[in-house]
């Protein structure tokens, strides 16, 4: 088990210091947008599925509530949260539609929408951020393996370098936390 645990910790190290290499230039320019945004008086809108949606409500949770530091809220919204919103369009137009449809409802010119996606494939997300960009906003994918479809509609693509879901879902969060700690001090230190 011992010889598990350290393989599992093994293949984590490997992916943050790829994403270290790799990713660092696109998470100061995720960090940018965000900012910008805020500074607009834009807001965030975050989807995703199954773990990513939790992921998507942890990050909103940072923006809206805090990080590290005393700040005033900035507006951002989980498109995953209201089961009443996401079983009503699922069960009227779809569930490909769950996101697309809030997009469409809450995001105006000059938001952001961010969608968090491991394979890159999930059809909700691809369909909301093409929308988002349709109507004006930013995008951002944390996406995982290649980027999938999404990656060619983000202006940010944040692609985790694995195939493997946990790993991808680790890299996500540890972004997550990297921009909300940047996002703070660049907007209130």
């Known amino acids: ?25 696109l998470i100061a320019e995720m960090v940018a947008l965000l900012e910008e945004t805020f500074k607009r008086g834009g807001k965030l809108l975050v989807m995703g599925n199954g773990g990513s949606a ?8 940072e923006i809206v509530g805090r990080f590290k530091m005393e700040r005033r809220g900035l507006p951002a919204i989980a498109l995953s949260t209201d089961t009443s919103i996401l079983t009503a369009i699922g069960n009227d137009y779809g569930f490909d539609k769950v996101f697309r449809r809030q997009v469409e409802a809450l995001a105006a010119p000059g938001d952001l929408v961010v969608g968090i996606s491991t394979s890159g494939n999930s059809p909700n997300v691809l369909q909301a951020l093409e929308l988002a960009r349709e109507i004006g906003c930013s995008t951002v994918g944390l996406l995982g393996t290649d980027g999938g479809s999404i990656k060619n509609i983000c202006d940010v693509a944040l692609i985790v370098p694995t195939c493997d879901t946990p790993r991808v879902q680790e890299g996500h969060i540890t972004i997550i936390h990297i921009v909300c700690d940047l996002l703070e001090k660049r907007m209130f230190a």
């Open 54 to 61: 939790a992921d998507a409500q942890h990050f909103v949770a």
């Open 1 to 25: 088990m011992i010889t598990e645990i350290t393989s599992q910790l093994v293949a984590h190290r490997e992916v943050i210091v790829r994403i270290e290499q790799d990713l660092s230039p």
